[in-house]
């Protein structure tokens, strides 16, 4: 139990109980709670608790302000109300089912885009230097860095069955060994065969499916799930449920190993049975549909395949185009289905550029260059769930560039005659050998060029990085270099050691000054929030924009006049421009009244900050004057 349960406590039965919290997190200062209601939390009770500063609402959010402290408060509100602090399946954010899926699915990969941007890199320097020939197709060193390019590629499932299970509120380590199930690679061979299938399912029909394995007597259709997305989060969901019911059923005490051995065991059988080949048919189907439509029309075709192909990426359901490519290829001698989709990764390269010049979020750009780097390789998936996806009208561009490369490419009759590498080294595929014809070849770098173009500058004239996201929010607060504090009062500006209330003096409360003021005024020194104002009205707590937390304390000992002489302008949780009234003070009625009038301004939260440096200006400080330059 930490030494802030009690107030978690508070806390949580005031924003409306656990049951209402979808995720909270935390900055500096604040408590940052997505709740499912907002009209369940209690304001004013929360604003007046012990150890709650005041609340506010921005974003989205729900935002209780703790003080620096917040970290330890943030830990017991975890402990006490069982969750995670990453958002659940019903998320409070509200939205039509497609926007809520796009969300999920983004989400899932949030946590290591990172790595996943570092492997998409590998992988296209891999394929460079294969190109160049430094070293020969599957010599060692192009094994070892296919296996660290392609690790986190091949093995999504494991990746996701972690993010997933975060996401669905499931066990961790159960998330990860339903993903691992799902790539386990004794199963995967047997499952996918290569023999003679022991019978087939749905004969002549477009869900004809083989079956090379049985589980328990039951059929399992042969599916790869290795690299996949959409089906192991469909089992983590499935195996959310299993787990619930589990845990009612199940006594307590043998819970810890048999709640997560029949969520494992239930979810992936029902997984390799139902779940899978759910996906099996979408594919059969949507091969069947591209199939009828390009015989109606190679150019609707060609103008389809381009504008869906990264949305058919993203759930899976590419693969069953790949066979009807290969067959194309080996009945034909070329295909166009793959060279309709060749500008997609294009498309999306070039969008991720031009987001680079707009995005807000620092850790959001950083992502972007890797992004694109890996783009021009063919591996788009970084970009795709890092960077488009989750934002939206990015990837709808990107999609429509690669619509009018397909169109390009259709009317010009562009086809490929291998399968070979992808993004840039995609073009020789292209090359009709047999002839040296490289027409196809020449339309293809004409559709690339105009979907690039048209993505780039419609990313730019019409997407606009208005979000501010959770982690750019706290990157703010956390990392300003330089926040500057005008003073709050006019008057003559003294060290803060030279106070004659020795707490303030000793630094006991932060690092400041004290002003001996010549007005009997206080105005806000930044852009922020009234945190607190105390009754007596002698002393203010704002809270800038950025996190910088200030205490405005007016006279010394003169909390004993009861707020006389003093009148405030402003109430407890307004928000406030530099330089807009505070409080205003009598001076000669305070001195008479035997108070000194001497203002200590302290950072109450100086241990956030590198330095706390106060200006030269000693003597006739205006409110309009530099006080103090906080650095990060």
């Not at 159960?174 to 199930?181: E, N, V």
């Not at 800038?544 to 003093?566: M, W």
């Not at 409080?583 to 001195?591: G, L, N, P, Q, R």
Request: aromatic fraction near 10%; glycine fraction near 10%.
């Amino acid at each position: 139990m930490g030494k802030y349960h009690d107030l978690a406590e508070k806390i949580i039965a005031n924003v409306g109980g656990k049951e209402n919290i979808n995720s909270v997190t935390h900055c500096i200062t604040r408590l940052r709670f997505k709740l499912k209601d907002e009209g369940k939390a209690n304001e004013d009770v929360l604003k007046n608790m012990d150890g709650v500063v005041t609340i506010m609402k921005s974003g989205g959010q729900f935002q209780v302000v703790i003080g620096n402290h917040v970290p330890l408060v943030y830990a017991d509100v975890l402990e006490v109300a069982d969750i995670t602090g990453e958002a659940t399946e019903e998320d409070a954010e509200k939205g039509n089912i497609f926007n809520r899926l796009i969300d999920l699915i983004s989400g899932c990969f949030q946590p290591f885009l990172g790595a996943l941007t570092a492997c998409g890199m590998l992988k296209g320097f891999n394929a460079l230097f294969l190109y160049l020939k430094l070293y020969e197709a599957g010599s060692g060193t192009d094994l070892f860095l296919t296996a660290a390019g392609d690790c986190i590629f091949y093995f999504m499932p494991v990746a996701i069955g972690l993010t997933a299970a975060r996401k669905f509120k499931v066990a961790d380590f159960t998330g990860i060994a339903i993903g691992m199930a799902m790539v386990y690679p004794t199963i995967q061979a047997s499952a996918l065969g290569t023999g003679k299938p022991i019978m087939t399912l749905f004969a002549n029909t477009i869900l004809e499916s083989p079956v090379f394995i049985k589980v328990f007597g039951l059929p399992i259709i042969a599916n790869n799930y290795t690299s996949s997305v959409v089906p192991v989060i469909l089992v983590i969901w499935f195996a959310s449920i299993i787990q619930r019911l589990a845990k009612r059923i199940i006594p307590e005490m043998v819970q810890t190993f048999l709640v997560p051995m029949f969520t494992i065991l239930i979810s992936v059988f029902f997984g390799f049975l139902i779940i899978g080949p759910i996906i099996t048919f979408l594919t059969n189907i949507l091969g069947s549909g591209f199939t009828a439509l390009y015989e109606f029309s190679p150019i609707l075709m060609s103008v389809t395949v381009g504008f869906f192909w990264q949305v058919l990426v993203i759930f899976g359901l590419h693969w069953n185009l790949i066979p009807l490519a290969m067959i194309n290829l080996s009945t034909l001698g070329f295909d166009t289905i793959l060279a309709a989709s060749f500008s997609a990764s294009f498309a999306q390269t070039a969008v991720v550029l031009a987001m680079f010049f707009k995005l807000k979020d620092k850790k959001l750009k950083e992502l972007a260059i890797p992004a694109v780097i890996s783009g021009i390789f063919g591996v788009t998936e970084p970009a795709i769930y890092g960077l488009t996806l989750p934002k939206k009208k990015p990837f709808v561009i990107s999609m429509i560039g690669a619509a009018i490369g397909g169109l390009i490419t259709g009317l010009l009759g562009a086809k490929s005659f291998i399968m070979g590498g992808l993004g840039a080294f995609g073009f020789v595929n292209h090359i009709d050998t047999a002839s040296n014809d490289i027409s196809s070849m020449v339309t293809q770098f004409i559709a690339v060029g105009v979907a690039m173009v048209f993505s780039f500058v419609a990313t730019m004239l019409f997407w606009k990085d208005d979000e501010v996201t959770e982690e750019t929010e706290v990157q703010n607060e956390m990392g300003v270099r330089k926040e500057v504090v005008t003073s709050p009062v006019q008057g003559n500006m003294m060290p803060l050691e030279t106070a004659k209330d020795q707490a303030f003096a000793q630094g006991a409360l932060g690092k400041g000054v004290v002003i001996h003021p010549t007005v009997g005024e206080v105005v806000a020194p930044f852009d922020g929030t009234v945190m607190t104002m105390f009754p007596t009205k002698h002393a203010i707590g704002l809270i800038s924009d950025n996190g910088l937390e200030l205490l405005i304390h007016i006279g010394l000992d003169t909390v004993q006049l009861d707020g006389k002489y003093f009148e405030a302008h402003v109430e407890q949780g307004a928000k406030v421009k530099r330089g807009d009234k505070l409080v205003s003070f009598d001076i000669k009625a305070i001195e008479e009244a035997g108070f000194s009038v001497e203002t200590p301004v302290i950072v109450t939260n100086s241990a956030d900050y590198l330095d706390i440096i106060e200006t030269d200006h000693k003597e006739g400080i205006s409110s309009s004057d530099e006080l103090l330059t906080v650095l990060v």
